[in-house]
């Protein structure tokens, strides 16, 4: 497994921006797609983004699309997600995750994903 170690999270004002990292320990990082998952109080986890192995693949919930950018950068092991104009809804938990397959295809599927952050807290406030 990958260990993951994410960063970036806080308070804001709705409307404003935040940058998570994530970085992964795993000298083969570079092969593993990587995603992006969220959980607010009282709710089930979610997807919210997710990119391939390589970077030329993303995909994204339909409440974060055209708000949040996922993007990858292998030669430093680390995942980001870039958020824009954020609002109260987005409030929660947020987790980077690897997928189990080495070169795998991307998905949304949580149980795709077996290595998992610590999570950093975003909280927007209205």
């Known amino acids: 497994q990958v260990q993951l170690v994410e960063s970036g999270g806080g308070l804001v004002q709705a409307g404003g921006s935040l940058r998570l990292s994530c970085v992964a320990s795993?000298?083969?990082?570079?092969?593993?797609?990587m995603g992006w998952f969220r959980q607010a109080p009282g709710k089930q986890r979610e997807f919210v983004a997710a990119?391939?192995?390589?970077?030329?693949?993303?995909y994204y919930a339909d409440s974060v699309k055209g708000r949040f950018t996922i993007s990858r950068d292998n030669a430093k092991n680390t995942v980001y997600l870039q958020m824009n104009s954020l609002k109260p809804e987005d409030t929660a938990i947020y987790y980077c995750?690897?997928?189990?397959?080495?070169?795998?295809?991307?998905?949304?599927?949580?149980?795709?994903?077996?290595?998992w952050g610590q999570g950093t807290q975003v909280t927007v406030n209205s």
């Open positions: 995750a690897a997928e189990k397959l080495r070169y795998g295809a991307v998905t949304t599927e949580q149980i795709s994903y077996d290595s």
């Open positions: 990119i391939g192995w390589s970077g030329s693949r993303s």
């Open positions: 795993e000298r083969t990082f570079n092969t593993y797609p």
